[in-house]
């Protein structure tokens, strides 16, 4: 049984990073794989009995692991996002709420033939749809700021809130109070403020708490995150001791507090919940996938389950986005993005995991249909979503596919000038810079700036990076460079964040990989080189690469005397060129580089004056 304990154990974990890591490679919403890895596994092979493997600690388990989940949601939620989208939120995970819980819960008794217990019961559940299936797909499709932000706030706190109504309801239907709407009514409004209290008054106090921790130096930074895994776990139980199913409410409020004090940085704290909600996502959903029955599975894909989630996604969830934001500050065209963005996640499923398992016990019949019918649904949105996002966002025009332009984090001369090469091409720049003479020159310079820090959570509000997607960090200070690459990381994702050396590296020196950017261009072209050439005359210029173009001829012709810094393909995609990746410019090309003085008295005849176009550098503004 031991041995048995160890297989399983460690297919759950293999197969729930294979997964991810299968749907990262073929660019398809994870939870695709998940689901499927976790029905093969169960159901299908008969390899996996979750109820045998865990027993009793299942359901538990797996109500911890989606508060650990909730709490790395509420990292990511930031009061700065609040001014623009704060109303129509409310409003989404109040009145939106109810819309939902009414309309799913009418079609679940009118289409699907449930008695009315279970229809209110699935209504409920299906309130919510969570940050573990909208994050991936917003981090996929790219959308603007303001319909990003508030479909990412509605995903993480529509989750506890519809949570707790579906738990107020099930405790209804155990004691019967269905039977007296205004009792039931009553006992669920009474419930909801018990979460309120006890979840959010746990989570805020752990949160502050917490930060004077981390702000005193009480803790080793080895500590730090094991540390924070402790309270979250500690106040999740609390809380739940307090009011069942408040942990929720509990450690998602904890993480919201945290990600908003000015105290001390979590940066470490949020890497480190990210990592582990990974493993959380993947080993639940091949958990809960894999005690499903294949006969439910069968019974909930028929005509009116097929119904039932085209009634969900063509007129519930756009009647709800609607209606919640009338007269709000979003176009319709972010409303239509809205209401075709709402697939079900984590805890739906383990809601009515729970649900069914419970009733069922009790003699309830239909109930494991319960559970069947919300993983079609899961499946349903997440298949639907995932295909139709993308083309529709960028058909109303509220995402841009695969931004090209470049973040410049200093706009000194040599910033100005490389920037000013990459808007000749046609590519949008922004440069940011703390110095307001070098704001001023580069806006004399008719590029577009930003004055202020970098490194500020209010620059990373501020900033317009529509069209941008890209970071170059070539200030005169590593420190700065350095900390701009790993603050921007997340934004740009690290394979487009690069940096540029200030000095030659001496021997034997290294840094991580983790704490920079990639470094650009070529080891002998640091920023003190770079500057140097440019006072002496180098100049930036374009080559349209020709037909039968011999790159390593250029080299070994120029050797030393031209610096290749960009390269634009056929299709107008800028690549930069680094250290760590060779480039092999193609006819029909742009290549961008850097021309030192000497370089013209060796031209070959491949490059022709006609193929030279000058970026000037006017040294009069620096």
Known sequence: MHGNFLVEVGVIITLAIGAQWLAWRLKLPSILFLLLFGFVAGPISGFLHPDELLGDALFPLVSMAVGIILFEGGLTLHLS?????????????????????ILAGWGASAILDLNLTLAILLGAILIVTGPTVVTPLLRQVRPKARIGALLKWE???????????????????????LAHIDQAGTSIFLGI???????????????????????RNWLPDYLQNGVTLMFVVGVFALSNNLQTESGLL???????????????RVDRIVEFTEDLQILLIGALFILLSARVPIANLINATSWQGILYLAFLIVIARPLTVF???????????????ASLMAPRGIVAASVASIFAFD????????AEFLASMTFLVIVGTVIFYGLTSGPIARALGLTEENPQGILFIGADPLGRTLAAAVKAQGFRVLLVDTNPRHIRSARQAELETYYGNALSEQTSTDLDLSGIGRLLAITSNSEVNSLASIHFSDEFSRSEVYQLPVTQKRDGETTATTLRGRILFDEKLVFNELAKHLDHGAEIK???????????????????????????????????ITTDEPVAPSPGQILISLYLPGSEAVTPSYLTAEEETIVAVDESVS
């Open 359 to 366: 009733l069922a016990q009790l003699g309830y019949e239909n």
């Open 155 to 177: 995903g993480i706190l529509i989750d506890p809130v519809g949570a707790v109504i579906a738990v107020l309801v099930f405790e209804a239907i155990l004691n019967g109070e």
């Open 323 to 337: 209606l919640s934001s009338a007269f709000s500050e979003l176009t319709w065209k972010e409303r239509v993005f």
């Open 81 to 101: 996002e609040l001014p623009k989208i704060g109303p129509t939120t409310i409003r989404l995970i109040t009145i939106g709420a109810i819309l939902t819980w």
């Open 193 to 215: 403020l018990r979460t309120i209290v006890a979840g959010g008054g746990l989570g805020i106090l752990a949160a502050l708490f917490l930060t004077q921790v981390l702000r």
């Open 542 to 576: 374009p080559l349209a690469i020709p037909e039968g173009f011999d790159y390593e001829q250029f080299r070994l012709d120029f050797d030393d005397l031209v610096f290749p810094l960009f390269l634009v393909t056929e299709q107008g995609e800028m690549q930069v």
């Open 250 to 264: 509990a450690t998602t409020v904890m993480g919201a507090v945290l990600a908003n004090q000015k105290y001390v």
